[in-house]
Each structure stands twice: as C-alpha cells, then as structure tokens.
C-alpha cells in the first residue's frame, strides 16, 4: 500500500483498491449506513490509518464501542474468524492486530479527562443555541456579554454569567439607552434557561482548567498521532449540549490554528458521530456558522469526517463540502429512504459498471459504495467495496481497562482539579457588598441624624419645660414669701394698733377721773393737770 495513502479496502479478489489520499484527506468525509451496516468498523479502519501515519484525530465514541481503539485485537475475538477471511480476500497481506496511542476525555469527568472552556470562549452565538434561546433573548446575551468585556469582568463558568445577567437587570434602564431594549424578563427567561442547561449538566463543562486544543494534536514516541476518545453515551442525553460543544471545538481549532493549505496530511482529522444531531433544528444562522467552519477548516490542515444513518441528514451546503464518501446500505422501505438513496445515487462520480441506485440496497455488512478524492483532487468513480477489518479490538473497553489508560496518557492530572480563580461573579458580589455596605452606613449615618435631631428637640422641650416649671416654681415661692412676710407684719401691727387704742383710753379714763376728782371747768388743761398725767402712766404701762 502506498505511504501517502489509507488503504480503506477493495473488492473481492483485491481488485479496484480504494486508498485515501493523505493530501486531499482535509477536504472532508462522509460515512454514512443504517443501523448495523458497519460504519464504526469503517471509522475504526479509517482513525488507525490517521494514527498509523502520524495524523492526531478526535472522535466522538457515542455507543462506547469506540474506546476499543485503545487494545489490539485478539486472536480470540469472536470476529476474528470474519476478519482474517476479509483481509485474505481483498489482498491486505499487512493485516495483523495492533493498539492505537489513545486519550480519553469526558464533558462529566466520569470516563476520562474532563473538557471545559469558559463562558466567554464559548461566546453568545453558541451559548444562545445551547440554551434555545430567540433572536430577542439572544441580543440581551450578547449585551452582557459586551458589558463585562467593557468592564473587564471574566465570564468562566455559569456562575459568572447568572451573576452578570442580575447586574444587566439592575442596569437595564441605563443599558436600554445605551445598547438597545433590554428588559427584565428576557433576563429572567435567559437565566430559566440557564438552570435547565445545569441541570442537563452543562455546569461541568463551563471553568477552568480550559482546554488546550495542543493537547489533542499530539504525537506518541513511535510518531504515531494520538486518538482523542470523547465519551458521548451520557452526553447524548443532552443533544444540544453534544452538538454545540463539538461546534465549539471546530470553532476553536479554526481560530487556533494556523493557515497551511493544503499540507500533504492533515494536521488533524475530526469524526462526528450521530451527525444529525449538530444540524437538527438548528437556526439559520448557527447553520450558517457551521457550514463557514467546515468551508475554512480546510485551510487549517483539519479534516472533518460525518457519520450518520441517512447522507439526506446533512444541509446541502455542508454535504457540498464533503468529498471523500463511503456509503454502506440504505434501506428504502419509506419514501424518506427512497429520496436518500436517490441522493445517494446521484452525489457519487458514476460508474458504468455499478448501479449506485440497486447496490446500494444489496450491499452486505461491511460492504459499501466508496468514492475518494484522487492526487489531483477529482473523486474516483463510485466502487463496490469490501471494507478493511480494523487492527485494534471491536468493542469497548471495561472499566479497568479504561482507568489504566486514563492513568498512564500524557494529559496526567493536567484537568483533573477544577481551578475557581476571581471572575465576574466574585467581583461583582464585592461590589454588592461595598454598595450595601455603603448603603448601610449612609442609612446609619441618617438615621443618626435624624435621631439627634429629635433628640435635640425633645431636649428643647424638656428644657422649656425646666425653665416654666422653674418659673412657676419661683412665682409660687414668691407668692410663699410675700405671705410669710404678711403673716410676720401681722404682730407689730396689732401692736401698735393695741398701743393706740390704750393711748386713747388712757387719756379718755384720765381726763374722766381728772374730772371726778377736781372737777370739770373748762378752764382745765386738756391733759387733765397733774393727776391726769399721772393715771395715764399708770394705765399705759398696764397696756403695755
């Protein structure tokens, strides 16, 4: 087999291989089949040829049968009969059983590394479809976000966000004049839906560590790329949260990576599995975003595989982009099926000697219809294909399998720890605090004031109370005092009264006897003579 090449399998006999060229492998892929055709042990093929010749690649393992990548087969596989005939038949005389350098990584922590990114790298276009939200709700979100830009205010985890749509609430009139109409209960819608998205378990997937997109590009020591295993069963109860997580990846590994064109291989190759769930309803303008992603890609040295049930699952202008293809058998029981077959039929460079639209019903398990690009970049015509049987084990791993595979890879303990630095939500519940704090000084210092005041009144009342009663009191001792002084005139007056009556008596009595006893001429004196001066002092000093 050819060294710039994937040997991917040929027809009975080893006639028409059918090799995937390493230079056009970035021009992406389709791998599509019912139920049970044999598409994983087509991307199983396909992901140890990557490795084989140095390309890293990530999968997405939904069934779990994925992680079998990770352990060379066995002699004692209950395939092993199948595919030892397989290999004889189609001429893969270098078939033999080997392992695959494998990373496991999980959203939930649970089944390997965890994988996180922050808020703000996830950005508001891809958070609004995380959270279903509508072109109104989603302006809103793309405000906060500007805001905490503008404010210098990270935005790590859902915690950061719920805190920061609070503070867009508190602000909502300010920002409506500034930014546009953002109103309370789009806050309060956006921040429901954020509850939901915790609930689903998008809280894991939102903090740091962030991932390092270099730690899924990497070489193990033999120069084999290394398969990057994402652990999707539990994920996939959660479809919006799977299907914009691996857009975010995409996203991320455009941004990050540099501009190589078309380089002779690529520098990593993804696998979606269960396609459809990244375009089922989906918005124009996040179908918009992928088909811009796997256009660039390219150019990124990133090639992008699908793998679905049904080739109609993909939009035509992401479908466009696709083509190298395997198709293994469709069913035509619905007219759903009919029209997928005849898309089938009419994608693929014809072959006058296969009738895409009859064989593709007929073909057996681990049989498909393959078309690649050639080195010049043309698609072969479509051939009935026997598909290579994988090297590494078909089937999953058990738990301690996989936990000694955790253990010993080359990530180590890198995202084991969930690191909280400060961020949006610690800085702004500073700043609450601070504002209720200040908040709660400014009412102390008022209601303080206010309190002296009364305070100050109450003690104007009390004193004029004093100094009326004080005054009443003074006017009362006055009253008291003019009293005690008439009661103390009392005796000198009743003296000099009782003098006077005696004087007046004493000479009445003394003129009286003056006269009995000398007589009552007028020529007398009228203070009685002798005698009568002398009963006035008798009968004054009695008086006295």
């Keep these: 087999m050819a060294d710039d090449s994937i040997f991917i399998g040929a027809a009975s006999g080893g006639a028409n291989p059918q090799q995937l060229n390493l230079k056009r492998a970035n021009r992406h892929g389709l791998i599509a089949g019912a139920t049970g055709t044999g598409k994983t042990v087509t991307l199983q093929g396909i992901v140890e040829g990557f490795s084989a010749n140095g390309v890293p690649c990530f999968v997405a393992d939904v069934k779990g049968d994925l992680s079998g990548l990770a352990m060379a087969g066995s002699p004692t596989g209950k395939m092993h009969d199948i595919f030892t005939a397989r290999a004889a038949d189609i001429g893969d005389t270098a078939w033999a059983y080997k392992d695959n350098p494998v990373q496991f990584w999980d959203l939930f922590g649970e089944q390997g590394h965890p994988i996180r990114t922050t808020v703000s ?61 953002v109103s309370k209960q789009s806050v309060g819608t956006i921040q ?18 962030a991932l390092d997109i270099g730690d899924l590009i990497k070489l193990d020591d033999s120069g084999r ?18 299907s914009t997580f691996l857009l975010w990846l995409l996203s991320e590994l455009f941004e990050t990576l540099p501009e190589v064109g078309d380089p002779d291989k690529p520098k990593l190759c993804f696998f979606f599995d269960e396609a459809h ?61 009919q029209a997928a077959v005849k898309s089938a039929a009419e994608t693929f460079r014809a072959n006058p000697g296969v009738d895409v639209a009859t064989v593709i019903t007929e073909l057996k398990i681990g049989e498909a219809l393959v078309s690649l690009l050639q080195p010049d970049g043309s698609p072969t015509p479509v051939e009935r294909t026997l598909i290579k049987p994988p090297a590494s084990r078909v089937g999953p791993l058990d738990a301690k399998e ?30 609450s605090t601070q504002a209720a704090a200040a908040a709660a000084e400014a009412k102390a210092t008022t209601e303080a004031e206010k309190a002296a005041a009364v305070a100050a009144k109450e003690q104007a009342k009390t004193d004029a109370a004093a100094a009326k009663l004080a005054g009443q009191q003074a006017a009362q001792q006055a009253r008291l005092d003019a009293a005690a002084a008439r009661e103390a005139a009392k005796p000198t007056m009743m003296g000099k009264m009782a003098q006077t009556a005696a004087t007046t008596i004493t000479r009445q009595v003394a003129n009286e006897v003056g006269r009995a006893v000398f007589g009552g001429g007028r020529s007398r004196s009228s203070s009685g003579g002798i005698a009568g001066q002398l009963v006035r002092g008798i009968l004054g000093g009695l008086f006295k």
Excluded: W
């Design 192 to 209: 429901r839906s954020l509850l939901q998205l915790r609930s689903q378990g998008g809280e894991h997937f939102f903090g740091e560590p």
């Design 277 to 337: 769930l990244l375009f089922n309803d989906a918005p124009k303008a996040l179908l918009e975003k992928i088909e811009q992603v796997v256009r660039l890609i390219r150019s990124k040295g990133v090639g992008v595989y699908f793998i679905t049930q049904n080739p109609i699952d993909i939009p035509d202008t992401v479908a466009g982009q696709l083509n190298n293809r395997v198709q293994h058998k469709l069913n035509a029981f619905t007219p759903r099926d």
């Design 121 to 181: 790298e996830m950005g508001p276009l891809l958070l609004a479809r995380l959270m279903d939200l509508n072109e109104v709700q989603e302006g809103v979100l793309t405000i906060a976000f500007h805001v905490a830009d503008k404010d210098g205010l990270l935005l790590l985890d859902l915690d950061d966000l719920q805190a920061m749509l609070a503070e867009c609430a508190n602000q909502a009139d300010e920002l409506t004049v500034t930014y546009g109409n």
């Design 402 to 431: 996989r936990g000694v595979m955790i253990a010993t890879d080359a990530v180590g303990d890198k995202y084991d720890t969930l690191v909280d630095r400060e961020s949006a939500e610690e800085i702004l519940l500073a700043k």
């Design 225 to 242: 790329g290394v398969v990057n295993i994402l652990a999707a069963d539990k994920l996939m109860a959660s479809p919006k949260l799977y």
